[in-house]
């Protein structure tokens, strides 16, 4: 972040937690997206104050930045997007704000590989695995050096691995009973007119 955080949420570098959160909750309603008239604007504006207050807080923790926690996979610092709507991006998966994510990448015409790997992860975060597959696999493409993206495609990759393993296990035994003998017995078992 180039500007102080303190200055951006408008608190000296002594204001207590409470403060400073106070602070951030009065901008954060004053520059939310979904009430402001300027959406453009507020969503540059709410990525800078959500990078100054996790900036604070995170140097009053003694943290870095980074990370989406138990999401895993992505670490890149949320303030640190190519532009100011892939900031504002970052910051709204940072948070699991899915829908505001959406409605910002879906306005972005310069579908690069940090596009498709942001759509990826909030495809991945709303549950749509196939898309968030489909669009990871396109930013690797297209940036086949990012260690970021195919961390996250390798990770999308594995889960895959394990939903098919538990899925086997419903399978037919093979005990050279054919499926369709199977059925039949099972269908004596339950149905009393067999």
Not at 86 to 111: D, G, P, Q
């Amino acid at each position: 972040m180039s500007r102080d955080p303190y200055s951006v949420l408008g608190v000296s570098p002594d204001a207590t937690d409470d403060e400073i959160k106070k602070a951030y909750r009065k901008l954060a309603k004053q520059y939310h997206p979904d009430i402001h008239p300027d959406r453009e604007f507020a969503e540059k504006k709410m990525a800078e104050i959500n990078a100054a207050y996790d900036a604070i807080l995170n140097q009053r923790q003694g943290k870095t930045m980074g990370g989406f926690g138990s999401a895993g996979g992505y670490t890149q610092d949320p303030g640190q997007g190519s532009t100011p709507e892939m900031t504002a991006v970052r910051h709204y998966l940072h948070y699991r704000r899915y829908r505001e994510a959406f409605n910002v990448l879906n306005r972005i015409e310069k579908r690069d590989a940090e596009w498709y790997f942001l759509s990826a992860y909030a495809h991945a975060g709303v549950g749509n695995r196939t898309q968030a597959l489909e669009f990871a696999r396109k930013a690797v493409q297209m940036e086949p050096g990012n260690p970021e993206y195919q961390a996250f495609l390798e990770q999308l990759q594995r889960s895959g691995m394990a939903y098919e393993t538990y899925g086997r296990g419903f399978d037919m035994p093979q005990s050279g009973v054919s499926p369709i003998c199977m059925g039949l017995c099972l269908a004596k078992l339950c149905c009393p007119y067999c």
